[in-house]
């Protein structure tokens, strides 16, 4: 075992022993999250009237913004201090990063479901904090089924997110992650994942939109290469 090897080792054994209560339920966890932003889903869809060709316009627009939104916020506060923000960067870079690197990409029980999902608190923290202001927004500045489509979207987002970072974090040969897409964009986070590219590459987690428009995004040569080269900057 190398020195990186017993440094996660390490890591690992601190944060299951000192982060994760002896109440946590992984599966509780991820159930949690994938109930609540498919009743949010639900409501929105059911709320949505007449919707008109124009205002359909709102699902590839929150996409987007939802991708940079993404991009910059890993890219930003999750790998840089900011003031306010701390929690986030510790979270991210101290935690995450430590406790998965590009040689340690799987967990190892449910319960290290922790170092993956978003916490619930920050789930209902956002949901009040940002989905709620925004959608009242978008439902004065334009229509409510603009507003109920972009709470729609934001969540498919969202719980699109949460599946894809759980699978580039299960055993590599689980069901999904042998999916062609999947073990692509897991390639990417895996070499986002690298302690010595973490803060310069592959900042998006689901598709590499910001990172393609931002020249962030660092590709794998080949398969079995072991290298990685840059493809735009
Ligand atoms: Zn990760
Ligand atoms: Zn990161």
Redesign the pocket.
């Known amino acids: 075992m190398d020195l990186a090897e017993r440094q996660v080792d390490s890591f690992r054994a601190a944060y299951r022993r000192d982060s994760i209560g002896p109440q946590y339920r992984g599966l509780v966890h991820l159930c949690f999250t994938f109930g609540l932003g498919c009743v949010v889903i639900g409501v929105s869809i059911l709320s949505l009237e007449h919707v008109r060709p124009l205002e359909w316009l709102a699902v590839p627009l929150t996409f987007l913004y939802a991708n940079l939104a993404e991009y910059f916020g890993?890219r930003g506060p999750?790998?840089h201090p900011r003031r306010g923000l701390q929690i986030v960067y510790e979270r991210?870079a101290g935690q995450h990063?430590r406790f998965f690197t590009d040689r340690h990409m799987a967990l190892e029980s449910t319960r290290d479901l922790k170092a993956v999902l978003f916490p619930a608190v920050m789930i209902s923290f956002f949901l009040v904090a940002f989905a709620l202001p925004v959608g009242l927004l978008l439902a004065w500045l334009a229509t409510p089924n603009v507003a109920w489509l972009f709470v729609m979207t934001a969540m498919a987002y969202f719980l699109n997110y949460e599946a894809l970072h759980l699978v580039y974090h299960l055993p590599q040969d689980s069901v999904a992650g042998r999916l062609v897409l999947v073990r692509r964009l897991r390639r990417l986070h895996q070499v986002?994942h690298d302690p010595r590219l973490?803060a310069r590459y592959n900042f998006n987690i689901t598709y590499p939109i910001g990172d393609l428009l931002f020249g962030t995004l660092w590709r794998p040569v080949a398969a079995g290469t072991g290298g990685s080269v840059r493809i735009a900057r």
């Open positions: 890993h999750m790998h991210h990063h986002h973490m």
